[in-house]
C-alpha cells in the first residue's frame, strides 16, 4: 500500500530500533504494515525529533519510546474504528496523532488534523509535504472556531481525540461538526472509567475496548462515543 504520491524519503539508519519495534509491535496485534507504511512513520518521527529542539512538540524524543507511546498508541486503534467512516477529523493533533498514522492505514480516509498551535500545525504541513499525502490536510484553529463553519458544521463521520480532554467536554467540542451518525474516538488511559458519568450515558451509546500497548505494557482504552443528536 503506497499512500504517497511520490518516493517516501529514506529514514536515518539511527531509526532502525523505531522500525522494527513498529513492525514486531503491530503484528502483535495483528496489523501488518507494509514497507512504505513503516519507512513513512520513520520519517515523520524523525522529523517530529528534529523540530522538537526548536519548538516543544512531545516530551517524548527517544525513538523506541515514540515507536510504542506514539505511533503504536495510534495505529492500534485500528481494528476498532469504522474504516467505512471515511471524513474524519483530528482534534487536537499536536504532533499528528492519531491521525496521521491512521491515515497511513487508511489511504481512502479524508482526513483533516486540527490543533490551536500554530507551530504545531506548521509541523504538520511540513510533514505532509515531505511524505505527499494526498487527501489529509492541517488547519490552524479552536474547535469552537469550527462549530458554525458550513465546510465543518455536521460534516465529519468521526473524531479522534488523543488525551485532548476529559469525555464530557470531548462530546461538546466534537458534536457539532459530527453528521448525524457520526462516531467520537477518545484514546484514554485505563483511569477513563471515572469520567463515564450518568449525563454522559444519557447523551451517547458509549463503548470500551482495552488493549494493552507492546512492550511499553501500559493499559489503554479506546472510548466510542455516539452521540444522541435529540439530547445534545
Known sequence: ???????????????DLFCETLRQGSLEKGI??????????????????KWNRKINL???????????KHFLDAILVQPYINT???????????GGFPGLPLKLLNPDMQMVLVDASQKKVNFLKHVIRMLEIGGIEAIHGRMEDFHNDPDFKGRFDSVLARGFAKLESLVCLASPVLNPAGTIYALKGPGVKEEITDDLKKKCSIHCDYYMLPFDGANRCLVRLKPDKKSS
Open 1 to 15: 500500500m503506497n499512500t504517497g504520491l511520490g518516493i517516501t524519503p529514506v529514514p536515518d539508519r539511527s531509526f
Open 32 to 49: 501488518c504494515l507494509t514497507r512504505d507504511q513503516v519507512d513513512q512513520m520513520a520519517c515523520h518521527a524523525e522529523q517530529l525529533q
Open 58 to 68: 512531545t516530551a517524548i524524543t527517544d525513538p523506541l519510546s515514540m515507536a510504542c
Open 84 to 94: 467505512q467512516e471515511k471524513k474524519v477529523l483530528d482534534m487536537g493533533s499536536g
